[in-house]
T-cell receptor, first 115, second 110 residues
Framework: DAGVIQSPRHEVTEMGQEVTLRCKPISGHDYLFWYRQTMMRGLELLIYFNNNVPIDDSGMPEDRFSAKMPNASFSTLKIQPSEPRDSAVYFC?????????????FGPGTRLTVT | GIQVEQSPPDLILQEGANSTLRCNFSDSVNNLQWFHQNPWGQLINLFYIPSGTKQNGRLSATTVATERYSLLYISSSQTTDSGVYFCAVEKDFGNEKLTFGTGTRLTIIP
């Protein structure tokens, strides 16, 4: 399997611009997670989906953040408008809880820099 | 929320040495996973170990759920073992939210 795929790997944008991060989970996995990693706050869960349905978005920092999962093989995390404090590495992860174990498998991450 | 503490925060070892990393958590958990983040930032799942002991090559992990801690053992360290090791726990069954510790940064010197 190709593993979790994320794009872009790096994104540099100016404050106020819209940013869209993309994720393709491992085929057959029924859970998808979006995390953010910063030096100050470590790894934080932003939102997760089960069978394409958002289950818990309590970690989404503000209304500027939104996430969608239109089908089992694609999810987006959008920041609009972006701010410098959004600079971080954003990870997508997936797991196959149903019929499998809870192990989460991470993508390579998207390093976002907002200037 | 549940607290996850890892120790030591930093560890520098010579190649070939053995190491033990510790993870303490503040409440009962039904899911505990160990991850390795390599120097390029990739997070790799090492173990799912809510209780008991598992081994995978030079790595092994033990979780004593009743005493709320887990240990990760690395034997005969190699430079490729360098990176940050995270422990992550899930408190409630069916709630898939992992809470990550702050990690142990391991540096293996050739």
């Amino acid at each position: 399997d190709a593993g979790v795929i994320q794009s872009p790997r790096h994104e540099v944008t100016e404050m106020g611009q819209e940013v869209t991060l993309r994720c393709k989970p491992i085929s057959g996995h029924d859970y998808l997670f979006w995390y953010r990693q910063t030096m100050m706050r470590g790894l934080e869960l932003l939102i997760y989906f089960n069978n394409n349905v958002p289950i818990d978005d309590s970690g989404m920092p503000e209304d500027r953040f939104s996430a969608k999962m239109p089908n089992a093989s694609f999810s987006t995390l959008k920041i609009q408008p972006s701010e410098p404090r959004d600079s971080a590495v954003y990870f997508c992860a997936s797991s196959r809880r149903t019929g499998g174990g809870p192990e989460q498998y991470f993508g390579p991450g998207t390093r976002l820099t907002v200037t | 929320g549940i607290q996850v503490e890892q120790s030591p925060p930093d560890l520098i070892l010579q190649e070939g040495a053995n190491s033990t990393l510790r993870c303490n958590f503040s409440d009962s958990v039904n899911n505990l996973q160990w991850f390795h983040q390599n120097p390029w930032g990739q997070l790799i799942n090492l173990f799912y170990i809510p209780s008991g002991t598992k081994q995978n090559g030079r790595l092994s992990a033990t979780t004593v759920a009743t005493e709320r801690y887990s240990l990760l053992y690395i034997s005969s360290s190699q430079t490729t073992d360098s990176g940050v090791y995270f422990c992550a726990v899930e408190k409630d069954f069916g709630n898939e939210k992992l809470t990550f510790g702050t990690g142990t940064r391991l540096t293996i010197i050739p």
